[in-house]
């Protein structure tokens, strides 16, 4: 209740009741204990009243668990701060906690960096560059309007636009910008910034803007969005198990919800979520011999192509290596 009235000033006995989940007479009780040791809370009637801290009252960092400081040494991501420019500002924050508490808590701390380590990135991707992010950051923190030039997918392939950004969100070791673009909601990797201006024009938040369910919302959107078509196949149970290494999240787990009986020779017939007939080429071909393209025509057509070719260049006509390779092994 007193760390309540330091951070959000005054408070009416129903909101911290609500807040805290307990009764409003319990939150009575405890204002006069508080009270009683010393703690100087003035209550204040009216509409407009309720219960505040005397002005330039601070509690001290005390009463800390061994739990919340480790929950805290956890969530102090070195990675992401690095990017954003706090790396120095993280650890000093840290020297000051440690600082702050006694010797067999404040232990903990190095205790959690050597024995938890988060590695945000991907397997196999480098890390992409993000030159800009600094000065994205700062003017995300300042709601200052910015001018971009940026790299996308679709041509024309170098776009400038003016921008109110958001937020920032770091997902598998990317960082994304969310911004308005007019009166639109829109979000930009910022690896594919090619410049960025921050203008001394600020520009008032959204009071509704939540950063976290818009960035649920957009990735349902998304997904939903890329995945416009569907194969039907069949396959092994053996594929479907190795689906979840070889094939994308959203493929794999329509592949799994989808999944029929598997009959007498372990074969089964499920749906799989495709990008378009090229993109389900590409990813169905990983599962090699282990699946069958039913639907559409297009596709199945196209995985026949490829095996018939395959089929040719290994067979004894075709052209050999000079020395045998390596043997295959399968995920």
């Not at 309007?145 to 392939?157: E, G, H, K, L, N």
């Not at 009959?263 to 090699?288: A, F, N, Y």
């Not at 075709?318 to 045998?324: A, D, H, L, V």
Request: with cysteine; aromatic share 8%; hydrophobic share 40%.
């Amino acid at each position: 209740m007193l760390l309540l009235l330091q951070n959000r000033g005054r408070m009416t006995a129903r909101e911290l009741a609500d807040t805290l989940e307990v009764s409003v007479r319990t939150v009575y009780r405890d204002i006069e204990s508080l009270g009683s040791a010393g703690i100087p809370v003035c209550a204040e009637r009216g509409p407009a009243g309720g219960y505040r801290l005397v002005a330039g009252y601070r509690t001290r960092l005390t009463g800390m668990t061994a739990g919340e400081v480790e929950a805290l040494f956890l969530a102090g991501l070195p990675g992401p701060a690095a990017d954003l420019g706090l790396g120095p500002a993280l650890a000093a924050a840290e020297l000051k906690l440690v600082a702050a508490l006694p010797g067999e808590i404040a232990g903990r701390g190095e205790r959690i960096r050597q024995r938890f380590h988060h590695d945000a990135g991907g397997w196999f991707r480098e890390s992409e560059p993000t030159p800009h992010l600094p000065e994205l950051a700062r003017a995300v923190w300042e709601d200052r309007r910015i001018d971009v030039r940026y790299r996308r997918w679709r041509t024309p392939r170098e776009v400038t636009r003016n921008l109110a950004p958001l937020g920032v969100v770091v997902k598998a070791g990317r960082w994304y910008l969310v911004a308005l673009a007019g009166d639109q909601f829109r979000t930009y990797r910022v690896g594919a910034i090619l410049d960025l201006l921050v203008l001394d024009e600020r520009f008032e938040r959204p009071a509704d803007f939540d950063l976290t369910r818009c960035w649920q919302e957009w990735t349902e959107r998304y997904e939903a969005g890329v995945y416009v078509d569907e194969a039907r196949v069949r396959m092994t149970t053996a594929a479907l198990e190795r689906a979840a290494h070889i094939l994308p999240p959203a493929m794999s787990r329509a592949a799994r919800a989808a999944a029929g009986e598997p009959d007498e020779h372990g074969w089964l017939q499920t749906l799989v979520p495709i990008e378009s007939i090229r993109h389900g080429h590409v990813e169905l071909l990983k599962l090699g011999a282990e699946v069958e393209v039913l639907a559409p025509a297009e596709l199945r057509e196209r995985m026949a192509g490829t095996a018939y070719a395959m089929t040719r260049l290994y067979s004894a006509g075709g052209p050999r290596p000079s020395r045998p390779g390596p043997p295959l092994s399968c995920w």
